[in-house]
């Protein structure tokens, strides 16, 4: 059983909006972080946005006032809701948990969920 499995990607036009989620199985637990990255053709996997334990957000600076992070601690699952999309937000979006154990701690990854803005 996969750890993290996403869903929601898809095509969409420039301006439209998607939402992202991504569902953690039993084995992934003292989440301390849930985050999606992104990784266009032939660039870096880098962070798209971020929540923490506490509650706390982060984003990158291209997606502020665009992108929401959430996540429900209950059903252990996150969303990013993608609004006013471009084409430079097409890229394979990646979920992300860092876990904590008593010996360390450590991160998850989901499969990958494609994600293309265009006409």
């Known amino acids: 059983q996969a750890e993290l499995v996403e869903s929601g990607g898809g095509l969409v036009q420039p301006g439209g909006s998607l939402t992202l989620t991504c569902a953690a199985s039993e084995s992934v637990y003292n989440i301390n972080s849930w985050a999606w990255y992104r990784q266009a053709p032939g660039k870096q996997r880098l962070l798209v946005a971020k929540?923490?334990?506490?509650?706390?957000?982060e984003y990158e600076e291209s997606v502020k006032g665009r992108f929401v992070i959430s996540r429900d601690n209950d059903k252990k699952m996150m969303s990013l809701q993608m609004n006013s999309l471009k084409p430079e937000d097409t890229a394979v979006y990646y979920c992300?948990?860092?876990?904590?154990?008593?010996w360390g701690s450590g991160d998850s990854w989901g499969q990958g969920t494609q994600v293309t803005v265009s006409l």
């Open positions: 929540i923490r334990a506490s509650g706390s957000t």
């Open positions: 992300n948990v860092h876990w904590s154990r008593i």
